[in-house]
């Protein structure tokens, strides 16, 4: 029986690790090999056909991620189709948001190449010539979502803040003051019922952020800087599932002594 049965709070029919196992593999297998064969070869109408098809695969990943937090917000708290490596570039429940601008800015100010002998400043052929250019409103934008970032992150992190700290004082209440089991199963029960519908308005939003950015980006982008940009995010979320660079992460030791000078 699931530990939160006993509180009402209601199971998914599939969980979404169920979910990621099979989103993982199509992102991999099919639709990053499409898109990169449609980089090199295919005219601008059927490369934003297949653009369109990889950002659907994300947009029903976050759909999907929404499904899972409204039915059972809690296989989100430890989500466990992440690895070790993924972890520290979690947040409420996936990778923070700050991650897809991040992205682009990275694409936008790739400008170290070498010049060539000429003492021209034309990309490598390695490096896509549309980020040489990018257009004032595509800057404007990143911008754009950037601030809005940084005024919405802080908002939804101390929401949850408040959530936690009332959710501890309020069970450290009725503990004290619950006589016998039965009561005091009662009063949490119905403390953490209270805090999963809250808990699942901050995921919701969370997601809906991480969703709205992605949409913003591609909407900003022509349809080969979208392409680019898209797989170099299939290529991050991959990355991260390489099963020899997590096997050496988890085998590297990391010396806990600290030196005091």
Partial sequence: MSKLSWIG???SSRLFKDFHEEWIPTLKNTLLPLLSRSIMVS????????????????QTYYQTLDLAASEDVSQLLFPTWHNSIQKPFLWFGDFHPSIFTNLLRSLLNNDDDDEDED???EKS??????WKYPSKNLISKVEEMECGLRLILPGIMNRYRVLQSGFIDKVGYDWIHSTGKNEI???????VCVQMDELITVFLDANRLRR?????????????????????????????????????FEQCKIPLTLIIH
């Fill in 9 to 11: 709070v209601k199971k």
């Fill in 43 to 58: 005219p601008p109408e059927l490369l934003s056909t297949h653009v369109q098809m990889f950002h659907h695969h994300f």
């Fill in 119 to 121: 003492g021209g400043t």
């Fill in 125 to 130: 052929a390695d490096y896509p010539l549309v």
């Fill in 185 to 191: 199963l009662k009063a949490i029960s119905g403390d």
């Fill in 212 to 248: 709205s950015i992605l949409m913003e980006i591609i909407s900003a982008t022509d349809v080969y800087q979208s392409a680019l940009y898209l797989q170099g995010l299939a290529q991050f979320f991959l990355g991260f599932s390489d099963v020899e660079l997590v096997k050496e």
